[in-house]
C-alpha cells in the first residue's frame, strides 16, 4: 500500500512564502514523475508544476517564476517552494506521483490548504 502525506500548508498573507512537502511511503519500488496541483472553490483541479525522476520540471504559467518544485529521491519527497504569494493561489494543494508498487500508478496525497489574505 502507498501513501502520499503532504504538510507545509497555513495562511500567509500576500507577499509571504510557504513550502510545501509530500513524502511517498509504502511498498514502493520506484517513484517516477511527482508534482504539484491545486484546486480552488468551484474550480477544476490544475497542474503547479512537476518533476521527473531525472529532474525535468515543468510549470504552469501561472507560477512565472514565483514557485520552485523540487525532490529528494533518496527521502522519496517532494517539495514546493512558493514565494511571492497571491490571494488567487489559496487553493488546496494536492501531491501526485507515479508510482511503480505491485502495479504501477497514480497516487494522490490528502490535499493541504493554502490561504493568501491580508
Known amino acids: 500500500q502507498v501513501q502520499l502525506v503532504e504538510s507545509g500548508g497555513g495562511s500567509v498573507q500576500p507577499g509571504g512564502s510557504l513550502r510545501l512537502s509530500c513524502v511517498a511511503s509504502?511498498?514502493?519500488?520506484?517513484?517516477?514523475?511527482m508534482g504539484w496541483y491545486r484546486q480552488a472553490p468551484g474550480k477544476q483541479r490544475e497542474l503547479v508544476a512537476g518533476?521527473?525522476?531525472?529532474?525535468?520540471?515543468n510549470y504552469a504559467a501561472f507560477v512565472k517564476g514565483r514557485f520552485t518544485i523540487s525532490r529528494d529521491n533518496a527521502k522519496n519527497t517532494v517539495y514546493l517552494q512558493m514565494n511571492s504569494l497571491k490571494p488567487e493561489d489559496t487553493a488546496v494543494y494536492y501531491c501526485?506521483?507515479?508510482?511503480?508498487?505491485?502495479?504501477?500508478?497514480?497516487?494522490w496525497g490528502q490535499g493541504t490548504q493554502v490561504t493568501v489574505s491580508s
Open positions: 509504502g511498498s514502493i519500488e520506484r517513484i517516477y514523475g
Open positions: 518533476i521527473t525522476s531525472g529532474g525535468r520540471i
Open positions: 501526485n506521483a507515479d508510482i511503480l508498487s505491485s502495479t504501477r500508478g497514480g497516487y
